[in-house]
C-alpha cells in the first residue's frame, strides 16, 4: 500500500527531478521571508551605494563573509593574486563586522547594517554595487588558483563564447589534503538530479538573472542557492564546463553549517 501510495512522487521525480521538485516546495513555503528579504537588500544597496562610487572592471568577485577573519584574509590574498588584473573583489560581511583586510585599490570591503543569515542576500548585495561586465564568486573559505579567472574569460570571451563558465573543483579535506576533483561536463537535466554547481567555480555576464534566491535555507533546506542561480541562469543563458581544476574547495561540515545568525 506504501509503494502505492509513493508511485506518484517517483513518477514525478523522474519526470522533473528531485532537486526542481523540492526547489518548488521551498518557493512556496518559504516565499514570505523573501520578500522582506527583498525590501532590505534594496535598501541596503542604496545605502552603500550613497556612500561612494561602484567599482567597476572587467570582473567583479563578490565574497560574502561573517566572522571568518583568517579564512577571509586567505580568499581576499587568493582573489587579489589572480593573473587577470583587471577585476575589482567586493567583500560583503553579514552584519558582524570586518576584519583588518590587504591595502589594495581593487578591494572594496562593506558591511550590512544587521545581520541577514541569508547568503543569497549577502551575495546580491555585492553584484548590485558593482558595474562589471562579469561576475565571479568565492565563498571566505575557499581559495582559488592563479589562473582561476584567466581560464574562465579566455572561455567567455572567445568567438561564440558562453555566457557563464565553471571550473572543476579540487575538493580538499580540512587537514589540506586532497580529497578528490570533482568535474563534470554541463547538463542541465543532469542538474535536475545531481547537485554538481557550485558558484565558488562560475564566472558569468552579468545580465538580470545573475541573482541568488533570497529563500532562508537552514542546512535542512535543500537543493542549496548555489544549485538553484547556476540552474534558472542556464535557462536563457549558454554555460559550459572548463574541465580544469582552479578551485580549492574545503569539504568541511563546519564550512557547510556554519549559522550566519546573530
Given at each position: 500500500m506504501r509503494r502505492i501510495a509513493r508511485a506518484p512522487w517517483e513518477l514525478l521525480k523522474r519526470a522533473f527531478g528531485w532537486l526542481v521538485l523540492f526547489e518548488l516546495r521551498n518557493k512556496v513555503l518559504l516565499a514570505p521571508s523573501?520578500?522582506?528579504?527583498?525590501?532590505?537588500?534594496?535598501?541596503?544597496?542604496?545605502?552603500?551605494a550613497a556612500a561612494g562610487d561602484r567599482p567597476a572592471?572587467?570582473?567583479?568577485?563578490?565574497?560574502?563573509?561573517h566572522r571568518r577573519p583568517d579564512e577571509l584574509r586567505a580568499a581576499v590574498r587568493s582573489a587579489l593574486a589572480q593573473t587577470v588584473r583587471d577585476q575589482v573583489v567586493v567583500v560583503v560581511d553579514d552584519g558582524a563586522g570586518l576584519p583588518e583586510l590587504p591595502a589594495d585599490p581593487r578591494l572594496f570591503a562593506v558591511s550590512l547594517a544587521q545581520n541577514t543569515g541569508v547568503a543569497g542576500v549577502v551575495r546580491n548585495v555585492g553584484i548590485r554595487l558593482t558595474r562589471s561586465r562579469y561576475v565571479a564568486f568565492l565563498d571566505d573559505d575557499n581559495l582559488w588558483e592563479p589562473d582561476h579567472l584567466e581560464r574562465a574569460l579566455a572561455v567567455l570571451e572567445s568567438p561564440q563564447g558562453p555566457d557563464g563558465v565553471y571550473t572543476a573543483l579540487r575538493r580538499v579535506l580540512p587537514d589540506g589534503t586532497e580529497r578528490d576533483v570533482l568535474s563534470v561536463p554541463f547538463d542541465r537535466r543532469r542538474a535536475a538530479r545531481e547537485s554538481f554547481l557550485d558558484t565558488n567555480a562560475f564566472v558569468a555576464r552579468r545580465t538580470r538573472a545573475l541573482r541568488f534566491s533570497r529563500l532562508r535555507r537552514t542546512p535542512e533546506v535543500m537543493p542549496r542557492e548555489d544549485w538553484e542561480l547556476v540552474r534558472r541562469y542556464s535557462r536563457g543563458h549558454s554555460v559550459r564546463h572548463v574541465p580544469h581544476a582552479t578551485v580549492r574547495y574545503l569539504v568541511n561540515p563546519a564550512s557547510f553549517y556554519t549559522t550566519w545568525s546573530g
Amino acid at each position: 500500500m506504501r509503494r502505492i501510495a509513493r508511485a506518484p512522487w517517483e513518477l514525478l521525480k523522474r519526470a522533473f527531478g528531485w532537486l526542481v521538485l523540492f526547489e518548488l516546495r521551498n518557493k512556496v513555503l518559504l516565499a514570505p521571508s523573501a520578500l522582506r528579504l527583498r525590501r532590505l537588500e534594496i535598501a541596503e544597496v542604496r545605502r552603500l551605494a550613497a556612500a561612494g562610487d561602484r567599482p567597476a572592471a572587467l570582473v567583479a568577485t563578490v565574497i560574502a563573509t561573517h566572522r571568518r577573519p583568517d579564512e577571509l584574509r586567505a580568499a581576499v590574498r587568493s582573489a587579489l593574486a589572480q593573473t587577470v588584473r583587471d577585476q575589482v573583489v567586493v567583500v560583503v560581511d553579514d552584519g558582524a563586522g570586518l576584519p583588518e583586510l590587504p591595502a589594495d585599490p581593487r578591494l572594496f570591503a562593506v558591511s550590512l547594517a544587521q545581520n541577514t543569515g541569508v547568503a543569497g542576500v549577502v551575495r546580491n548585495v555585492g553584484i548590485r554595487l558593482t558595474r562589471s561586465r562579469y561576475v565571479a564568486f568565492l565563498d571566505d573559505d575557499n581559495l582559488w588558483e592563479p589562473d582561476h579567472l584567466e581560464r574562465a574569460l579566455a572561455v567567455l570571451e572567445s568567438p561564440q563564447g558562453p555566457d557563464g563558465v565553471y571550473t572543476a573543483l579540487r575538493r580538499v579535506l580540512p587537514d589540506g589534503t586532497e580529497r578528490d576533483v570533482l568535474s563534470v561536463p554541463f547538463d542541465r537535466r543532469r542538474a535536475a538530479r545531481e547537485s554538481f554547481l557550485d558558484t565558488n567555480a562560475f564566472v558569468a555576464r552579468r545580465t538580470r538573472a545573475l541573482r541568488f534566491s533570497r529563500l532562508r535555507r537552514t542546512p535542512e533546506v535543500m537543493p542549496r542557492e548555489d544549485w538553484e542561480l547556476v540552474r534558472r541562469y542556464s535557462r536563457g543563458h549558454s554555460v559550459r564546463h572548463v574541465p580544469h581544476a582552479t578551485v580549492r574547495y574545503l569539504v568541511n561540515p563546519a564550512s557547510f553549517y556554519t549559522t550566519w545568525s546573530g
